[in-house]
């Protein structure tokens, strides 16, 4: 699955040479992952490193992410974990885009793996702060369909996401600073999976 | 019956005599009456009927019999020996009729050798111009034709109306006659302007001193010239705002604080029961602060230094295009058709004469 995902990716992040935007960015992520479950709660944290594409060709686009670390818990084991996504934009407007399209979690655990495949709709609006050198935005998005390996059947889910994009002067180099928070909730509401992420990413084009 | 005949008669006689009477005959036959009795030898009757002819009151006589009527008349005093008389004629027909000459063969030479003193005493000159006459500035084509009562020295000049002179035509001697011909320019070479200008010529005695000026005012009027107009400012739509609107300034603080606060206060909403990271606090803040940087960078009203240049490059492109535009044109007016209407002339004699 890692292998897959990082090969994918590396093979999307060739096609922005292509297109007429695009931008390319290495991310670092503090990650916290919280489960409430009839068996307990269960927090973990640690730290991700990976990378995202965007590449577009007019209003339509395509945003791809890779990131994968290892998550501590208390009193408790290291868990890795990876995940990526795969969304199809439209900016139908300078400060509106919509997207969709997968969003895969894996967390490799020394009991076996755990897979949850999200299928997400997002909306997204920015405005410009000082001209195009800073921008502020915010995003939220629900999960139409998951496949979520856990006993307890999928009942929604739902997140949200806002941040900076920075210019650096001149150059093509831009700095984002993000936080995000996804909430699953499964099992008719008795197991709840929340994962915020505060994240900083350098790269290469604005958007 | 025979009385009364006798009064109206008397009272038809009586206004036969009176001088109204008499005055009542035209220049024109008071002139023909003179001349007959001139050559009638009857001097007296001659001059009596000519300064009759000559004081009639306007329009009086033409000015060609009024130079008849003064020759006649000085020729007859000459012969009822006046000479003062004569000379003081003769110097009036010289300076109203600076061209006029006498026949020699209808005046005997001792007469015309009084009138050719008078003309030597009276340097005078009279102007022959067209009344109206089409001219293409920079082109010499306006005739200006000088006559001399005799020869002199003359100044041929256009002015002012404040009698500042513009441009000397011609300074030099005059004899019988003199054409000239004007270009219509001013002052260096500059065409004129449209409006009321004087043509000027005066009359220098043996010490060149003035001793008559003929003033002849000419209005010029631009007939014709294709100038190009000049290029419109830049409209506002091509220049950009110099000043930073409200619009984008508010912009920037409204949609940070809404984000920052959507970024601190919504992840509580959706997840309640959670205990979150306080990251959230700390990236939404980064929001506010960036919005109100950007607020008071591109607070309203204030000047934007690249958009002031970029508006006066294109300015200046205009003004250069302006001038060029003006450059054209002066060179295109320094041909323009001129309209040049002759007025009526206006005579000034020297005090001292």
């Known amino acids: 699955m890692r292998v897959t995902l990082a090969a994918a990716l590396l093979a999307l992040s060739a ?17 916290w992952v919280t489960g409430d479950r009839p068996t307990g709660a269960r927090e973990r944290t640690g730290l991700g490193l990976g990378g995202e594409a965007t590449f577009g060709v007019g209003p339509a686009g395509l945003a791809v992410g890779y990131l994968e670390g290892s998550l501590d818990e208390t009193g408790g084991a290291s868990t890795d974990f990876v995940e990526g996504h795969a969304f199809f934009t439209l900016r139908p407007l300078r400060w509106a885009a919509l997207g969709f399209g997968p969003h895969v979690r894996s967390f490799i655990e020394p009991g076996g793996t755990q897979r949850w495949l999200l299928w997400e709709a997002h909306v997204q609006a920015a405005t410009e702060l000082l001209g195009p050198t800073i921008e502020a935005y915010a995003e939220g998005w629900v999960v139409v369909s998951a496949e979520v390996e856990v006993s307890e059947p999928f009942d929604g889910g739902r997140g949200l996401e806002g941040g900076l994009r920075v210019a650096v002067g001149r150059l093509p180099v831009a700095l984002r600073l993000r ?12 197991r709840r999976e929340t994962v915020e992420q505060v994240g900083l990413a350098v790269g290469i084009g604005r958007r | 019956m025979r009385a009364a005949y006798r009064a109206a008669g008397l009272g038809f006689a009586l206004i036969g005599a009176t001088p109204a ?138 002015a002012q109306l404040d009698g500042r002179t513009l441009r000397t035509v011609y300074a030099g001697p005059v004899s019988d006659s003199l054409r000239l011909e004007w270009d219509g320019r001013g002052a260096e070479d500059e065409p004129l302007a449209e409006g009321r200008y004087v043509l000027r010529v005066t009359s220098l005695d043996s010490v060149g001193t003035a001793a008559r000026t003929v003033r002849i005012p000419l209005d010029i009027r631009i007939a014709g010239v294709d100038t190009v107009p000049h290029p419109p400012p830049p409209p506002d739509s091509v220049l950009l705002p110099e000043r930073s609107a409200a619009a984008p300034a508010l912009e920037a603080l409204i949609g940070s604080l809404a984000i920052g606060t959507a970024i601190a206060v919504l992840p509580s909403a959706l997840s309640s029961d959670v205990d979150l990271s306080p990251t959230r606090f700390a990236v939404g803040a980064a929001v506010t602060v960036a919005g109100f940087s950007g607020f008071f960078a591109r607070r309203p009203g204030r000047p934007i230094p690249e958009n002031v240049a970029a508006n006066d490059r294109v300015r200046a492109d205009w003004r250069t295009g302006v001038e060029a535009v003006v450059r054209q044109n002066r060179d295109r007016m320094r041909r323009a058709l001129l309209e040049v209407r002759a007025g009526m002339p206006q005579i000034i004699e020297a005090e001292s004469r």
């Not at chain 2, 001139?38 to 009927?49: I, K, S, V």
């Not at chain 2, 008849?68 to 003062?84: C, H, K, T, V, W």
Request: charged residues 20%; glycine residues 8%; hydrophobic residues 40%.
């Open chain 1, 15 to 31: 096609v922005p040479l292509l297109a007429q935007s695009g931008a390319v960015r290495a991310v670092v992520h503090g990650v």
């Open chain 1, 179 to 190: 936080y995000r928070l996804e909430r699953l909730e499964l099992g008719g509401g008795t």
């Open chain 2, 21 to 158: 009477f008499g005055q009542a005959q035209a220049p024109g036959q008071l002139l023909t009456s003179g001349i007959r009795a001139y050559q009638q030898l009857e001097f007296a009757d001659a001059a009596g009927l000519l300064r009759r002819a000559l004081a009639a009151p306007p329009p009086g006589l033409e000015a060609a019999s009024r130079s008849q009527a003064l020759a006649y008349l000085g020729a007859a005093e000459l012969f009822r020996n006046r000479p003062d008389s004569a000379a003081s004629v003769f110097t009036r027909l010289v300076r109203s009729d600076p061209r006029y000459r006498f026949d020699r063969l209808t005046f005997p030479p001792e007469v015309t050798t009084v009138f050719d003193a008078a003309r030597r005493r009276n340097p005078a000159a009279a102007l022959g111009l067209e009344p109206v006459r089409t001219i293409r500035s920079g082109q010499p084509d306006y005739p200006i034709d000088v006559f001399g009562s005799t020869y002199h020295d003359a100044r041929v000049e256009i």
